[in-house]
């Protein structure tokens, strides 16, 4: 152990002397390594303020998951059911997987997959933004080092200096998002938070559904979302609508 604490300023160094994004991925990736937590992420969770249910969106900034078990876990929209997600927003200091009280049946299904998919636990060290979202750092590994009170505190102090990089390296603020986006693309976006379909818009607007699918997209491009419901979860969280 004294030698992880030896190492511990090299570790945050290497996050500093990071020259872009994907250098300081992997600087963070062979921190998370060294601390024996073989998985990572790094996303910024956001979720939607006025929909009931409230609709999870991730912005994926960096990981290292076993492939299949990301396959799976988009294919079941299980972003929203992350009990570690809902712990990220009501959590502000570090927490263990298996510590998230209150579970329901399907959050302890979820993490019972995780172990079955590679994912035997895991730390989590959650960071609030002034929007509302948060940016999450998970660190996934063999129970021993989850429980290492030693090496909690050095990804704690990992995650927090790479969040500091991401900062330092992230683009120059654009534009406010809002000034982005058309009146149409605002309107269509707004419609799809409250459930509707391109073809239910185009019937309230008047037009095709062709068109409907041209605004969201052009949305979507220009929040730098992937999805709808990611596009919908950040103009949300924004402000930029309000279901």
Not at 176 to 198: D, E, F, N, Y
Request: charged share 20%.
């Amino acid at each position: 152990m004294d030698h992880l604490l030896a190492d511990t300023p090299a570790l945050v160094m290497r996050l500093a002397s990071a020259s872009d994004i994907p250098s300081l991925v992997d600087s963070f990736g062979n921190a998370a390594t060294t601390l024996g937590f073989p998985h990572y992420v790094i996303s910024r969770v956001m979720r939607s303020r006025s929909s009931s249910p409230r609709h999870t969106a991730i912005e994926m900034i960096g990981a290292h998951y076993p492939r299949e078990w990301v396959q799976y876990y988009q294919g079941r929209d299980y972003a929203a059911t992350d009990p570690v997600h809902r712990a990220a927003f009501i959590q502000s200091t570090p927490y263990r997987w298996h510590d998230i009280a209150g579970l329901s049946k399907a959050e302890r299904r979820l993490l019972d997959e995780a172990k079955e998919a590679g994912l035997p636990g895991g730390l989590s060290v959650p960071v609030h933004q002034a929007d509302g979202s948060v940016v999450l750092f998970n660190l996934s590994g063999p129970l021993h080092s989850v429980n290492d009170a030693i090496k909690s505190r050095i990804a704690c102090l990992v995650s927090t200096q790479c969040h500091c990089e991401l900062h330092r390296l992230s683009p120059i603020p654009r534009r406010r998002a809002s000034r982005l986006l058309t009146p149409c693309q605002i309107v269509c976006l707004t419609w799809v938070a409250r459930g509707k379909t391109s073809a239910e818009i185009g019937e309230i607007l008047g037009r095709s559904h062709y068109t409907v699918d041209y605004h969201i997209g052009k949305a979507m491009e220009a929040l730098n979302m992937c999805s709808r419901t990611a596009a919908v979860v950040y103009a949300s969280v924004q402000g930029i609508i309000k279901p």
